[in-house]
């Protein structure tokens, strides 16, 4: 076994020793490169098992900065890394596990404008993020450049998992070719999740990706592999590709496809501070809070006068003032200008309506750290 070091063949003896695998899997995994979109709950388990298999280049790429809130299920994070960035946290805990891969990380936002540039290059993509226009134009990059990507999903108790645009097989678009309005997919953040199930739903997709790297056994090819951990049960559906469906050309403006852009620029934001200023001047007006009631028995701002759910602001419309101005909280500050947006749609004056900028995290840095960042 010239091809592989003492040292790499002890690591993946158990690999040697599959007949599917054998020296020669072993030799492609770590020759392979393969790119993760998120280092989250899915990315997690995914890019652990990734680099203990040998993957021998991985690029990551995330915005985000680890929070206490993601260790209940973002196991590759430990509580020394909260505040710091994701990608940077994923690759110092996976160089750990295994320092003979290679690990990449771009601490930012795919867009369209990057997308192509970062993913080409790479064999497969495995996607583990939690909205619409990121699966969208990670479908469209994909097959633009002709290269597969791993999917994956979890609500609550349920987890979705397929494999898009393999062997010019069927694509995102041909299982859900509109996206759903954007208030019918509550992120994790609104609808909370079992903290097992991405790892579970994320092991299956790095199952997936090793499986295409060697060449080896029934990829999830035209097939949603649905699993429900409260049951303890898996059901495979089928789907195909879309006749006459126009090929992807060009990248969007995803956010605009999927309808999560808005016009929010004329609704006021203010800080905490300000907000306090404002009310220690004699200011008076309604603090809503737009998160749901098992948020706030975590945590409610001083002075709150209502909590209304995001979702049903339009449905308790009437009992809002029109006369009195309105401040909108929420965990980080994107509902909650959701929330005073859809009011100005509907008779409000958009100067009475106002968003606490950060919401209840910005109170914990600038205000209360006794408020809890959850």
Known sequence: MEG?????RARYARHLTLPQVGEDGQARLMKSRVFCVGAGGLGSPALL?????????ITIIDDDTVERSNLQRQILHSDDAVGTSKAASARERMLALNPSIEVTIHHERLTSDNAHQLIDGHQIVLDGTDNLPTRY??????EILGIPWVYGSIFRFEGQISIFNLDEGPTYRDLFPIPPP??????????????????????IQATEVVKFLLGIGEPLRGKLLVYDALEMQMRTLTFEK???????????????????KKDL????????????TKRNEGWNPLLVDVRNDIEASIVTLPNTDVLIPHEQILIEIEDLPKNRDIVFYCRTGGRSMI???ALSQFGFEKHRLFN?????????????AAVPKY
């Open 339 to 341: 929330a005073a947006y």
């Open 49 to 57: 098992y990734l680099a203990a298999a040998g993957v021998g280049h």
């Open 265 to 276: 620029t004329a609704i006021t934001e203010m800080t905490p501070l300000e907000y306090l």
């Open 242 to 260: 879309i006749e006459g469906r126009e090929p992807i050309t060009e990248l969007i403006d995803y956010e605009g496809f999927c309808g999560t």
């Open 4 to 8: 592989l070091s003492p040292a790499e």
């Open 356 to 368: 606490l900028a950060g919401g209840i995290h910005a109170w914990h840095e600038q205000v209360d």
């Open 182 to 203: 954007p208030e019918a997919v509550p992120s994790c953040e609104e609808g909370g999740v079992l903290g097992v199930l991405p790892g579970v739903v994320g092991s």
């Open 137 to 142: 134009l990670v479908n469209d990059v994909c």
